[in-house]
């Protein structure tokens, strides 16, 4: 049913990216991360329920604390807030009326201002997007849309599951499957970081580490600790940085590549020598064709691993922008098959990166561990700019259920889908 979904989707896709990078591509020449123009994004919540035990208020409260898990981080300016209600029970009879459809290829309802969060009570509209039963283990999705060309979002919505599955979940877990899904509204994809890469959804996910190491932002609903990895804080803070992030952060940027080649779509983390923080990005994550990465890094010192991604992560699990089918770059030479390669640098792995504030260490990464460091380069903002007095403008009068005016065709990207398998 994914496939069929992104055929769909297809229709207006003209460059997208899922990384802990950017969820979307766009902007003029195709890779822009694109983000929210006014980092003080509204949300517009539904007025009905969460499934069978959660009313309304109750559900709300979560909402609201899965805004202030990503409002409190503090080199980001994202804030998130709730906005006026939409005052309707929004479920599998009218979601065509709020969210786009899965089933028409018109982009419609994405032209009002609004960003609704959906409690989708009892699954039904899950089983819209992705097919009968699929909210048996889909949690949430969400997605925002734009316009070909452009580099800022105009509009996104949520949906979250609210059926009561096999293993009923909690209100922490679905205070964090929000905030994913919040993620990927405001921009940010999936994040491998340095889980296992041999994790299998039905036989051992969210086994192979701690709860603690898995980033909010992966694939899977594996953290239960309701604040957010360092990764997902290093992804947030790329796309909406405070105005001192660059100042007060250290930059590791390079290339990763396999006998002189760009390796494109590829895991990459690196991880702190004193505190074990992990940050992760995937190869090429700008798609421009080189193996570019980068990451904005505490002062510190780093080694540096690169992995491929796990090949279960595509279509609505995707990381990165080379995972959208099973055959993707991501999952063919060089990229796929990667068990681990630590970066050596000409020495004994691993190789130690000095990262310093106001500063980018440069790196070749060779996928046999070799390569080379450059200490004290200049610092490249790769950030989006953000205007807090930008507004969403209602950009087409032909509203209503049916198609949009033309010129409103905007790209729906890639929708995510956040799994959960009940033997947790
Ligand atoms: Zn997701």
């Known amino acids: 049913m994914l496939k069929q979904l992104y055929t769909l989707f297809a229709l207006f896709l003209s460059a997208s990216a899922m990384a802990a990078g950017p969820l979307v591509l766009e902007g003029p020449a195709g890779n822009t991360p694109v983000s929210y123009n006014n980092p003080n994004i509204s949300f517009n919540i539904e007025s009905g329920s969460l499934g069978p035990t959660r ?29 006026g209600d939409i005052p309707v029970d929004i479920d599998g009879s009218n979601f065509n009326s709020y969210i786009p459809g899965p ?19 009892d699954g039904s509209i899950i089983d819209a997007f992705f097919g009968t039963g699929a909210s048996d283990t889909v949690v949430g999705f969400a997605a925002s849309s734009l316009f070909i060309g452009q580099s800022y979002f105009t509009e996104g919505f949520a949906v979250i599951n ?8 909690t209100d922490n877990e679905l205070t964090l499957i ?46 239960d600790n309701q604040n957010a990895h360092p990764d997902d804080e290093a992804s947030l803070s790329m796309l909406y940085p405070v105005a ?4 007060t952060h250290g930059q590791l940027s390079g290339t990763f590549l396999s006998a002189g080649a760009p390796v494109l779509g590829a895991n990459l983390w690196v991880q702190d020598t004193s505190t074990g923080a992990a940050y992760s990005i995937v190869s090429d994550y700008l798609k421009q064709g080189t193996g570019f990465f ?3 890094l505490p002062q510190g010192t780093y080694e540096l691993h ?8 595509f279509g609505g699990s995707s990381v990165g922008p080379y995972a ?87 790209a729906l990207f890639c929708i995510p889908a956040y799994r959960i398998f009940s033997k947790k």
């Not at 309304?56 to 300016?77: E, K, R, Y």
């Not at 089933?103 to 009570?121: E, F, G, K, M, Q």
């Open 294 to 296: 980068s990451l904005m």
């Open 178 to 223: 929000i905030a994913h899904e919040l993620g990927h509204a405001f921009g940010l994809d999936h994040s491998q970081a340095n889980i296992d890469n041999t994790e299998s959804f039905e036989i051992d996910s969210c086994d192979s580490a701690p709860n603690l190491a898995y980033p909010l932002m992966y694939p899977w609903a594996c953290r």
């Open 162 to 169: 609210g059926k009561t599955l096999s293993r009923p979940l």
């Open 324 to 410: 959208s089918d099973m055959n993707d770059l991501s999952f063919q030479a060089p990229a796929n098959n990667i068990g681990q390669v630590t970066f050596a640098a000409g020495g004994a792995p691993p190789a130690l990166l000095t990262i310093t504030s106001g500063e980018a260490t440069v790196v070749v990464f060779n996928k046999d561990g070799s390569g080379s460091i450059t200490l004290g380069e200049p610092i490249a903002d790769l950030s989006p700019t953000h205007d807090t007095a930008a507004v969403c403008t209602i950009t087409s009068s032909g509203g209503g259920g049916g198609s949009p005016s033309l010129p409103l065709l905007a």
């Open 103 to 121: 089933a028409n290829s018109a982009i419609h309802n994405d032209n009002d201002c609004l960003n609704p969060v959906v409690y989708d009570s």
């Open 306 to 313: 690169a992995n491929s991604i796990n090949d279960e992560f």
């Open 244 to 247: 001192d992030y660059y100042a």
């Open 55 to 83: 009313d309304n208020d109750a559900a709300d409260q979560l909402v609201l604390d899965a805004f202030a898990l990503w409002n409190n981080i503090p080199t980001s300016i994202i804030n998130l807030s709730q906005a």
